[in-house]
């Protein structure tokens, strides 16, 4: 590799070692950016000969400080930004081979030039890259009806610790010789090795879409209408999201352009979203099933977007939520997932453990409801102090994780393990399988160099 793909200005260095939340900060000798798989398999072989930690990094937008150096100074960061090619796109099998750091958004619009559909939509997707997805496994909305990112991939090339190149790109639906290799690979978190590039799954492009925003009493009539879109809609229900009160408050006081779709105030909300290949139907599937759930007293108000405007509207509301936290203060968060039927319970008892312990602080809970999934954030008492709010960090995720794992959650559902999640891993994983991790990581890596201090 020439030095045109090795950065070592501390200047251009910068925006490689702090995340997007700034909760992480590193230092590196250097950050590389390689051109081809080869490359990133060449510097991996050099930085085994040597010892020296490699810390991957696609579009630097994870959330638990994953992709950030240590403070060390002896972690090198290498950058897949550079392999950004979409290689074929294959629509008789419905397959599209793309190198790791395509950018998400550049992924949907190649698939979508061809009228197919890469369902794997987040708030990043126009920074965030597929090797990222990949790794960390990541979420997004369309989970309900597509999966995570490990259900859309059918193979991956991966540059190993000792500088092999893993040759897995696989178009099949069906192969069953031996273990599944792709799948250790995704949601390791750069930690077995390197994607380098991915063959993905296309679906069918939806030509019609019907999205609403619900108005609810509380969680469990939430939990009452997922049933009913399940029941009524099927695999046409494309995203089934959940927002306290207070995050509607939020976005509309602090996100310019988003208002609240519904006259009266409601404890809760659902975004809801019908898709399909066909050019009509989901609409007045929609419109029957609210008025199934306002007839059973499920749903107390419903909008539902009239033009592609008002539906980009309503995403906003849900996709600003983060967003619309920071102007409030300091918001500790907790992205935990429990069994759906588990879902009002564990929210009221949450609510009930703040009141008490934190008396104020004010919960704002949201996300995935129809993956349960809930991004379980509080923000901090109107007025008070950042510094004395963030020192309980430690003691109010205590408290909500011990309700995770009451209820046979996960305490981390989406964002994965990276730096932050560490200690809390070895604390809640079983001892049998964290021991098999260990055996797989040195298995694959054996001088710890990927990225070294991450999840486990
Ligand atoms: O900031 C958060 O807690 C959640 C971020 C993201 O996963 C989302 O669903 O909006
Ligand atoms: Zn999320």
Same mark, same amino acid.
């Given at each position: ?226 049933? &009913? !879109?399940? =029941?009524? @809609?099927?695999? /046409?229900?494309? #995203?089934?999201?959940?927002? %306290? ?101 564990? &929210? !009221?008892? =949450?609510? @009930?453990?703040? /009141?008490?312990? #934190?008396?104020?602080?004010? %919960? ?93």
């Amino acid at each position: 590799m020439g030095t045109a793909g090795v950065i070592v200005d501390p200047g251009d260095m910068a925006a490689y070692l702090r995340e997007p939340r700034e909760a992480f900060f590193g230092r590196a000798p250097c950050v590389v950016k390689p051109r081809s798989a080869r490359e990133v398999a060449s510097v991996l072989a050099l930085c085994n000969e040597a010892g020296v930690g490699v810390v991957p990094q696609g579009g630097n937008t994870g959330l638990v400080g994953g992709q950030t150096p240590d403070e060390s100074g002896a972690q090198i960061v290498l950058s897949l930004q550079k392999l950004d090619k979409i290689r074929e796109i294959d629509p008789a099998s419905d397959t599209m081979t793309v190198e790791a750091g395509a950018i998400l958004a550049n992924v949907q619009a190649a698939a979508e030039a061809v009228g197919r559909y890469f369902p794997l939509s987040l708030a990043a997707e126009g920074s965030c890259t597929i090797g990222g997805n990949l790794a960390t496994n990541a979420g997004g909305v369309h989970v309900i009806a597509y999966g995570a990112t490990r259900d859309l991939a059918l193979g991956l090339e991966v540059a190993l610790a000792d500088g092999r190149l893993l040759s897995g790109l696989s178009k099949l639906r069906k192969d069953n010789t031996g273990y599944d290799l792709a799948h250790l690979f995704i949601g390791s978190e750069g930690t077995l090795g390197i994607i380098t590039a991915a063959t993905l799954k296309l679906f069918p492009l939806p030509r019609s879409r019907a999205t609403a925003f619900v108005g609810l009493a509380d969680p469990r009539a939430a939990l009452k209408l997922l049933t &009913l !879109a399940k =029941a009524r @809609a099927g695999s /046409a229900l494309v #995203a089934f999201e959940l927002i %306290p009160r207070i995050g509607v408050e939020f976005t509309t006081r602090h996100i310019a352009g988003v208002r609240d779709p519904l006259a009266g105030a409601h404890g809760w909300y659902v975004l809801m979203e019908l898709a399909s290949p066909a050019e009509s139907g989901v609409e007045d599937q929609l419109t029957e099933l609210l008025g199934e759930a306002m007839e059973q007293g499920i749903a107390e108000d419903a909008a539902l977007a009239a033009t592609l405007e008002q539906r980009a509207g309503l995403w906003k509301l849900r996709e600003t939520m983060p967003e619309a936290q920071k102007p409030e203060g300091v918001s500790i968060k907790h992205d935990v997932s429990v069994p759906l039927e588990s879902i009002p319970d564990f &929210l !009221a008892e =949450a609510s @009930a453990l703040v /009141a008490v312990h #934190a008396p104020g602080a004010r %919960p704002t809970p949201f996300g995935h409801m129809g993956d349960g999934n809930i991004h379980y954030n509080i923000s901090q008492p109107e007025g008070a102090d950042r510094v004395v709010f963030l020192a309980r960090r430690e003691e109010i995720n205590a408290l909500v994780h011990g309700l995770v794992t009451k209820y046979a959650g996960s305490v981390s559902a989406e964002h994965g393990i990276g730096a932050l999640k560490r200690d809390l891993l070895r604390k809640v994983k079983d001892p049998v399988a964290l021991e098999l991790m260990r055996a797989i990581k040195s298995a694959l890596d054996p001088k710890g160099i990927l990225n070294p201090g991450k999840l486990l």
